[in-house]
Every structure is written in structure tokens, then in C-alpha cells.
T-cell receptor
Framework: AAGVIQSPRHLIKEKRETATLKCYPI?????VYWYQQGPGQDPQFLIS???????DKGSIPDRFSAQQFSDYHSELNMSSLELGDSALYFC???????????FGSGTRLTVV | GNSVTQMEGPVTLSEEAFLTINCTYT??????LFWYVQYPGEGLQLLLK?????DKGSNKGFEATYRKETTSFHLEKGSVQVSDSAVYFC????????????FGQGTELSVKP
């Protein structure tokens, strides 16, 4: 069965650089969520999209932005990277009204 | 606000021991409740869920019952295996808040042979 695909799996960037993370949801899923998980921490909600429109916003820094495209894939753009941005970034997708969230394997971002 | 509190880890058990990981929640509405498992270096996998009071979620020998009166969703397993070693997250979601998941802090389980 198709799963949520995230790319890249690993990313190393220097401070003040920019990173783009991609998420390809399960086909026909109309909602995408982004979460950030710091080392030894629980996942924190960043932002979500429903039908290509932002539907909710959590603790996402102003340096981060995200969008969902016409093919439903989503990208998380992170600028002016800081050491504290080093974390696992998860994407999840679901069909609205159905709590069948499926998470991707995550992108591990390391800022050096 | 809405939040989830889990018992602190790490929890260390011998193989075939009984497992309980406590989870309580605070929510402004009627949440759906979840347990996710994260194996080392991997993503989050849904273990089980319950969407209304008194529902019991179960999977792979794990069970949890949605207790509205005690606002709890404790995870149990009768006989753990070494392969159950992982971090377990309790989470809630509220439909009127876009369905985003709010996680507890996670409980690390280590099962020794």
C-alpha cells in the first residue's frame, strides 16, 4: 500500500542556510500535517493544509513557511537555519473527517 | 488548554512481564485518543485508537480503554517481548481544532530478555 513519502531522509545544513523538505501524501488524502520532533522530545505540530489551503498553524517560526501544491504534495521551507532547528520533521496525511493519520518516515535535519 | 500527560520513563521490564503506561488528558471537547509507537530511528506508527468514551482500542496484544470519567487512556499489554522496546506516545485530536495531534512526552520502554 502507498505510504507517505518524505524527502530527503537526511539533510545537513549550515547555520543561516535554507532547507526545503518535501512530503507526498497518500493518494486521495486531502489533509497534510507537519510536525517537528527535537531530540528526546514529543512531536510538536507546526502547520496543516486542507485541500491546498492552510487550515491550522502551530508553533511554527516565522522563518518557516509551507505550502501544498495542486498535486497535494507539500513543502516546508526553512530559512536562516539555527542550530536549534536540528530535529526530525514528520509529515502526516489523512482524509478529512477520518482519524486515519499516516506518518512518513521523517526527514532528519542537522544544522551545523 | 488541551494536553496529554504520560508516565515518565524509561520503563524497564523483563520479557513476558505485564506492561502499563499511564496516560491522562485534558481537553476542551471530546477528543479521539491514540497510542503511537516509535522504534529507534524510525517514524511514528499508529498502535491503536479510540474515538469515544468506553471504546477499547487493541492491536498486537496492546489495549487501551477510553475512560472519560478519569480522562485516561492507559496502555496495557499482558506479556511484553524484547521487540516491544520502543518509545510510546499517547496523543489526542479534536475535530473542532483541525484534527491535529497533541502528543504526550513519550515513554521509553526497554524489555530485557
Amino acid at each position: 500500500a502507498a505510504g507517505v513519502i518524505q524527502s530527503p531522509r537526511h539533510l545537513i545544513k549550515e547555520k543561516r542556510e535554507t532547507a526545503t523538505l518535501k512530503c507526498y501524501p497518500i493518494p486521495r488524502h486531502d489533509t497534510v500535517y507537519w510536525y517537528q520532533q527535537g531530540p528526546g522530545q514529543d512531536p510538536q505540530f507546526l502547520i496543516s493544509f486542507y485541500e491546498k489551503m492552510q487550515s491550522d498553524k502551530g508553533s511554527i517560526p516565522d522563518r518557516f513557511s509551507a505550502q501544498q501544491f495542486s498535486d497535494y504534495h507539500s513543502e516546508l521551507n526553512m530559512s536562516s537555519l539555527e542550530l536549534g532547528d536540528s530535529a526530525l520533521y514528520f509529515c502526516a496525511s489523512s482524509l478529512s473527517g477520518n482519524y486515519g493519520y499516516t506518518f512518513g518516515s521523517g526527514t532528519r535535519l542537522t544544522v551545523v | 488548554g488541551n494536553s496529554v500527560t504520560q508516565m515518565e520513563g524509561p520503563v524497564t521490564l523483563s520479557e513476558e512481564a505485564f506492561l502499563t503506561i499511564n496516560c491522562t488528558y485534558t481537553a476542551t471537547g471530546y477528543p479521539s485518543l491514540f497510542w503511537y509507537v516509535q522504534y529507534p530511528g524510525e517514524g511514528l506508527q499508529l498502535l491503536l485508537k479510540a474515538t469515544k468514551a468506553d471504546d477499547k482500542g487493541s492491536n498486537k496484544g496492546f489495549e487501551a480503554t477510553y475512560r472519560k470519567e478519569t480522562t485516561s487512556f492507559h496502555l496495557e499489554k499482558g506479556s511484553v517481548q524484547v521487540s516491544d522496546s520502543a518509545v510510546y506516545f499517547c496523543a489526542l485530536a479534536l475535530r473542532n481544532q483541525g484534527g491535529k495531534l497533541i502528543f504526550g512526552q513519550g515513554t521509553e520502554l526497554s524489555v530485557k530478555p
